[in-house]
Protein backbone atom coordinates (compact mmCIF):
# COMPACT_ATOMS: atom_id res chain seq x y z
CA UNK A 1 0.00 0.00 0.00
CA UNK A 2 0.83 3.66 -0.59
CA UNK A 3 2.18 6.27 2.40
CA UNK A 4 -1.25 7.81 1.04
CA UNK A 5 -3.37 4.29 1.42
CA UNK A 6 -1.67 3.58 4.93
CA UNK A 7 -2.20 6.97 6.53
CA UNK A 8 -5.99 6.72 5.37
CA UNK A 9 -6.39 3.21 6.42
CA UNK A 10 -4.83 4.23 9.73
CA UNK A 11 -7.63 7.45 10.30
CA UNK A 12 -10.46 4.64 9.23
CA UNK A 13 -9.23 2.18 11.51
CA UNK A 14 -9.28 4.94 14.49
CA UNK A 15 -12.79 5.64 13.83
CA UNK A 16 -13.47 2.05 14.09
CA UNK A 17 -11.68 0.98 16.90
CA UNK A 18 -13.37 3.93 18.79
CA UNK A 19 -16.87 2.31 18.17
CA UNK A 20 -15.67 -1.35 19.34
CA UNK A 21 -13.99 0.72 22.91
CA UNK A 22 -17.28 2.54 23.07
CA UNK A 23 -19.26 -0.64 23.00
CA UNK A 24 -16.89 -3.00 24.62
CA UNK A 25 -19.85 -5.85 25.21
CA UNK A 26 -19.14 -6.66 21.74
CA UNK A 27 -15.54 -7.98 23.00
CA UNK A 28 -17.30 -9.32 26.15
CA UNK A 29 -19.67 -10.97 24.12
CA UNK A 30 -18.08 -13.00 21.65
CA UNK A 31 -15.47 -13.91 24.52
CA UNK A 32 -18.49 -15.17 26.60
CA UNK A 33 -19.67 -18.09 24.53
CA UNK A 34 -16.23 -20.12 24.21
CA UNK A 35 -15.28 -19.51 27.93
CA UNK A 36 -19.23 -20.58 28.85
CA UNK A 37 -18.20 -23.82 26.58
CA UNK A 38 -14.33 -24.29 27.60
CA UNK A 39 -16.38 -24.77 31.67
CA UNK A 40 -18.46 -26.85 30.05
CA UNK A 41 -16.54 -29.20 28.14
CA UNK A 42 -13.71 -29.25 31.28
CA UNK A 43 -15.92 -29.30 34.56
CA UNK A 44 -19.08 -31.12 33.12
CA UNK A 45 -18.05 -33.46 30.17
CA UNK A 46 -13.80 -33.41 31.39
CA UNK A 47 -13.46 -36.21 33.27
CA UNK A 48 -15.04 -38.47 30.55
CA UNK A 49 -13.27 -36.66 27.97
CA UNK A 50 -9.78 -36.98 29.56
CA UNK A 51 -10.18 -41.03 29.23
CA UNK A 52 -10.70 -40.42 25.60
CA UNK A 53 -8.32 -37.97 25.09
CA UNK A 54 -5.62 -39.26 27.32
CA UNK A 55 -4.85 -35.60 28.12
CA UNK A 56 -3.62 -35.75 31.85
CA UNK A 57 -4.67 -31.61 31.94
CA UNK A 58 -8.06 -31.57 29.03
CA UNK A 59 -7.77 -27.37 29.92
CA UNK A 60 -4.61 -28.39 27.34
CA UNK A 61 -6.07 -30.15 24.92
CA UNK A 62 -9.50 -28.24 24.20
CA UNK A 63 -8.12 -24.59 24.72
CA UNK A 64 -6.84 -24.02 20.85
CA UNK A 65 -10.11 -25.59 19.75
CA UNK A 66 -12.17 -22.40 21.99
CA UNK A 67 -9.34 -19.79 20.32
CA UNK A 68 -10.61 -21.13 17.14
CA UNK A 69 -14.53 -21.04 17.99
CA UNK A 70 -13.75 -17.60 19.51
CA UNK A 71 -12.43 -16.05 16.22
CA UNK A 72 -14.67 -17.47 14.26
CA UNK A 73 -17.50 -15.74 16.28
CA UNK A 74 -15.93 -12.07 16.33
CA UNK A 75 -15.35 -11.92 12.52
CA UNK A 76 -19.59 -12.32 12.44
CA UNK A 77 -19.17 -8.58 14.05
CA UNK A 78 -16.93 -7.28 11.17
CA UNK A 79 -19.51 -8.70 8.61
CA UNK A 80 -22.33 -6.55 10.58
CA UNK A 81 -20.13 -3.42 11.01
CA UNK A 82 -19.03 -3.77 7.52
CA UNK A 83 -23.00 -4.23 6.45
CA UNK A 84 -24.32 -1.75 8.82
CA UNK A 85 -21.61 1.13 7.11
CA UNK A 86 -23.14 0.05 3.84
CA UNK A 87 -26.82 0.74 4.55
CA UNK A 88 -25.83 3.99 6.27
CA UNK A 89 -24.10 5.72 3.08
CA UNK A 90 -20.68 5.63 5.00
CA UNK A 91 -18.98 4.49 1.75
CA UNK A 92 -20.96 6.69 -0.23
CA UNK A 93 -19.58 9.96 1.66
CA UNK A 94 -16.08 8.02 1.79
CA UNK A 95 -15.42 7.49 -1.84
CA UNK A 96 -16.57 11.22 -2.44
CA UNK A 97 -13.33 12.30 -0.07
CA UNK A 98 -9.86 12.08 -1.96
CA UNK A 99 -8.72 8.85 0.22
CA UNK A 100 -7.98 5.45 -1.16
CA UNK A 101 -10.38 3.51 -1.53
CA UNK A 102 -9.65 0.00 -0.37
CA UNK A 103 -8.22 1.96 2.84
CA UNK A 104 -12.25 1.17 4.01
CA UNK A 105 -11.85 -2.47 3.60
CA UNK A 106 -8.52 -2.51 5.54
CA UNK A 107 -9.89 -0.40 8.54
CA UNK A 108 -12.53 -3.11 8.95
CA UNK A 109 -9.80 -5.37 8.63
CA UNK A 110 -7.44 -4.57 11.36
CA UNK A 111 -10.20 -3.81 13.58
CA UNK A 112 -11.27 -7.49 13.53
CA UNK A 113 -7.49 -8.46 13.83
CA UNK A 114 -7.24 -6.34 17.19
CA UNK A 115 -10.47 -6.82 18.35
CA UNK A 116 -9.80 -10.69 17.84
CA UNK A 117 -6.50 -10.81 19.53
CA UNK A 118 -7.81 -8.60 22.79
CA UNK A 119 -10.71 -11.79 22.96
CA UNK A 120 -8.27 -14.42 22.30
CA UNK A 121 -5.98 -12.58 25.24
CA UNK A 122 -9.03 -12.30 27.48
CA UNK A 123 -9.60 -16.80 26.81
CA UNK A 124 -6.19 -16.95 27.32
CA UNK A 125 -6.50 -15.49 31.00
CA UNK A 126 -9.28 -17.33 31.66
CA UNK A 127 -7.74 -20.90 30.74
CA UNK A 128 -4.50 -20.12 32.58
CA UNK A 129 -6.93 -19.66 35.92
CA UNK A 130 -8.43 -23.11 34.88
CA UNK A 131 -5.26 -24.99 34.99
CA UNK A 132 -4.13 -24.20 30.97
CA UNK A 133 -0.29 -24.62 31.24
CA UNK A 134 2.44 -25.06 28.53
CA UNK A 135 6.08 -26.01 28.02
CA UNK A 136 6.24 -23.66 24.70
CA UNK A 137 9.36 -21.53 24.74
CA UNK A 138 9.50 -17.71 22.67
CA UNK A 139 9.45 -19.44 19.78
CA UNK A 140 6.31 -21.38 19.96
CA UNK A 141 4.34 -18.64 20.99
CA UNK A 142 5.26 -16.68 18.54
CA UNK A 143 4.32 -19.35 15.97
CA UNK A 144 0.96 -20.44 17.89
CA UNK A 145 0.12 -16.45 18.21
CA UNK A 146 1.06 -16.10 14.30
CA UNK A 147 -0.82 -19.12 13.38
CA UNK A 148 -3.89 -17.66 15.31
CA UNK A 149 -3.68 -14.19 13.48
CA UNK A 150 -3.46 -16.27 9.79
CA UNK A 151 -6.69 -17.40 10.29
CA UNK A 152 -8.10 -14.65 12.10
CA UNK A 153 -7.10 -12.85 9.09
CA UNK A 154 -8.09 -15.46 6.35
CA UNK A 155 -11.78 -15.42 8.25
CA UNK A 156 -11.83 -11.90 8.25
CA UNK A 157 -11.96 -11.66 4.35
CA UNK A 158 -14.41 -13.89 4.61
CA UNK A 159 -16.26 -11.91 6.73
CA UNK A 160 -15.30 -8.93 4.16
CA UNK A 161 -17.60 -10.77 1.20
CA UNK A 162 -20.14 -11.67 3.62
CA UNK A 163 -20.69 -7.97 4.96
CA UNK A 164 -20.48 -6.93 1.13
CA UNK A 165 -22.78 -9.39 -0.25
CA UNK A 166 -25.64 -9.63 2.37
CA UNK A 167 -29.07 -8.43 1.34
CA UNK A 168 -30.33 -7.99 5.23
CA UNK A 169 -28.48 -7.65 8.72
CA UNK A 170 -28.81 -11.14 9.45
CA UNK A 171 -27.35 -12.54 6.30
CA UNK A 172 -24.47 -10.41 7.15
CA UNK A 173 -23.24 -12.63 10.39
CA UNK A 174 -24.94 -15.61 9.57
CA UNK A 175 -22.20 -17.21 7.31
CA UNK A 176 -19.99 -17.96 10.41
CA UNK A 177 -22.52 -19.81 11.51
CA UNK A 178 -21.01 -23.08 9.98
CA UNK A 179 -17.81 -21.89 11.02
CA UNK A 180 -18.46 -22.14 14.50
CA UNK A 181 -19.44 -25.66 13.99
CA UNK A 182 -16.50 -26.67 12.53
CA UNK A 183 -14.26 -26.82 15.73
CA UNK A 184 -16.91 -29.79 17.02
CA UNK A 185 -16.07 -31.82 13.91
CA UNK A 186 -12.50 -31.85 14.51
CA UNK A 187 -9.93 -32.79 16.41
CA UNK A 188 -10.57 -29.80 19.30
CA UNK A 189 -12.42 -31.75 21.34
CA UNK A 190 -11.61 -35.32 21.54
CA UNK A 191 -9.43 -37.41 18.79
CA UNK A 192 -10.25 -38.24 15.27
CA UNK A 193 -9.80 -42.21 15.76
CA UNK A 194 -12.54 -42.42 17.78
CA UNK A 195 -15.41 -41.14 15.21
CA UNK A 196 -17.01 -42.87 12.60
CA UNK A 197 -15.56 -43.46 9.41
CA UNK A 198 -17.51 -41.26 7.59
CA UNK A 199 -17.20 -38.34 10.20
CA UNK A 200 -13.32 -38.94 11.03
CA UNK A 201 -12.42 -38.73 7.08
CA UNK A 202 -14.20 -35.16 7.13
CA UNK A 203 -12.88 -34.31 10.20
CA UNK A 204 -9.15 -34.93 9.11
CA UNK A 205 -9.50 -33.43 5.68
CA UNK A 206 -11.23 -29.93 6.85
CA UNK A 207 -8.71 -26.75 7.67
CA UNK A 208 -9.60 -27.24 11.68
CA UNK A 209 -8.08 -30.26 12.32
CA UNK A 210 -4.56 -29.01 11.34
CA UNK A 211 -4.71 -25.92 12.90
CA UNK A 212 -5.78 -27.39 16.30
CA UNK A 213 -2.67 -29.84 16.01
CA UNK A 214 -0.41 -27.60 15.52
CA UNK A 215 -1.20 -25.10 18.21
CA UNK A 216 -1.75 -28.24 20.02
CA UNK A 217 1.68 -29.67 19.30
CA UNK A 218 3.44 -25.94 20.06
CA UNK A 219 1.64 -25.30 23.53
CA UNK A 220 2.88 -28.76 24.44
CA UNK A 221 6.36 -28.34 23.16
CA UNK A 222 5.93 -31.48 20.89
CA UNK A 223 7.55 -31.10 17.50
CA UNK A 224 4.52 -30.61 15.22
CA UNK A 225 5.56 -32.34 12.09
CA UNK A 226 3.92 -31.92 8.58
CA UNK A 227 0.85 -30.39 10.63
CA UNK A 228 2.09 -26.99 10.72
CA UNK A 229 2.39 -26.58 7.00
CA UNK A 230 -1.21 -27.82 6.70
CA UNK A 231 -1.99 -25.62 8.64
CA UNK A 232 -0.21 -22.84 6.85
CA UNK A 233 -1.77 -24.17 3.17
CA UNK A 234 -5.31 -23.95 4.70
CA UNK A 235 -4.98 -20.27 5.72
CA UNK A 236 -2.99 -19.45 3.07
CA UNK A 237 -5.69 -20.85 0.96
CA UNK A 238 -9.06 -19.19 2.43
CA UNK A 239 -7.18 -15.87 2.61
CA UNK A 240 -6.22 -15.84 -0.85
CA UNK A 241 -9.89 -16.68 -2.70
CA UNK A 242 -11.57 -15.01 0.62
CA UNK A 243 -9.39 -11.80 -0.35
CA UNK A 244 -10.08 -11.79 -4.33
CA UNK A 245 -13.83 -12.89 -3.72
CA UNK A 246 -14.23 -9.96 -1.19
CA UNK A 247 -12.40 -7.10 -3.94
CA UNK A 248 -14.53 -8.15 -7.09
CA UNK A 249 -17.69 -8.03 -4.64
CA UNK A 250 -16.10 -4.88 -3.66
CA UNK A 251 -15.50 -3.33 -6.88
CA UNK A 252 -18.90 -4.23 -7.96
CA UNK A 253 -20.75 -2.23 -5.25
CA UNK A 254 -18.88 0.71 -6.44
CA UNK A 255 -18.81 0.98 -9.74
Known amino acids: MSTHVIADTATLTGRSMRHIFRSADTIITTAVTPIALMLLFVYVFGGALRQSTGAENYVNYLLPGILLIAIASGIAYTAFRLFTDLQGGIFERFHSMPIGRSSVLWAHV ?64 AFSYPLIFLPFISSAFVPTDTMPAPVRWFAENQPVTSIVNTIQALFAGDPVGGEIWAALAWCIGILVVAYALAMAAYRKRIR
Open 110 to 173: ITSLVANMITLAIIFAVGFAMGFRTDAGPLAWLAAIGILLLFTLALTWLAIVAGLSAKTVDGAS
